[in-house]
């Protein structure tokens, strides 16, 4: 009788040591990373609260209306304006964009040339023209790429034809566009 009386006293014991290691097991698996996760999100968000603080604070500040008025004017002219010295600079600079924008979309440049100096509405415009074979979904791409462009570019004036000599087969596994385009832009007038 004694060897059961201590058998139901451990059995006993072992049932009440599991009881209570099964909330301190869930805790440890459970409760612990979440509340560890819980403080690192508390902490991340204390931060942003200060760098928050930190951004209104300083758009709060006043600036100088002289100071204001400079730096619109510089995005302006940054976004709208051809950057470069003289006028043929600038128009070689416009010239190797669109090679570098066509050479991203795979095309090669037959020819190029700049176009003179056009005024309109009070503005001045550069422009090149350029001569081009894609396909159609080349096409696309790289006048989306030109109209996307920062300064402003614009896609003047547009020819797009079938190349002149084209066999069967190429033309119906990759029909080809033979595409003359003028593309200008906006440069700053000269002051005085």
């Known amino acids: 009788m004694i060897s059961g009386s201590v058998q139901k006293f451990f ?14 097991l869930v805790y440890l ?19 942003q609260r200060e760098v928050l603080g930190r951004l209104k604070a300083t758009a709060g500040a006043p600036a100088s209306e002289a100071l204001q008025s400079i730096t619109n004017d510089m995005l302006f002219a940054e976004n709208v304006f051809l950057a470069g010295g003289s006028t043929a600079m600038k128009a070689a600079e416009l010239q190797a964009k669109l090679g570098r924008l066509a050479d ?3 095309l090669a440049v037959k020819s190029a040339r700049a176009l003179d100096l056009r005024e309109k ?3 001045q ?3 090149v023209e350029m001569q081009i074979i ?8 790289l006048l989306l790429a030109i109209e996307s462009q920062r300064p402003y570019l614009f ?6 034809a079938p190349p002149p000599i084209q066999s069967d087969a190429e033309a119906l596994s990759a029909p080809l566009l033979e595409v003359d385009v003028s593309v200008v832009g906006a440069i700053e007038k000269p002051r005085g």
Do not use: C, H, T
């Open 104 to 106: 991203a979309e795979g």
């Open 121 to 123: 509405d009070g503005k």
């Open 134 to 141: 894609a396909s159609n979904a080349q096409l696309q791409k």
């Open 11 to 24: 059995s006993r014991g072992l049932a009440v040591v599991l009881l209570a290691a099964a909330p301190a």
């Open 125 to 127: 415009f550069i422009g």
């Open 155 to 160: 896609i003047d004036s547009i020819r797009i």
């Open 29 to 47: 698996l459970a409760a612990a990373p979440l509340m560890a996760r819980y403080g690192e999100l508390e902490r991340l968000i204390e931060e």
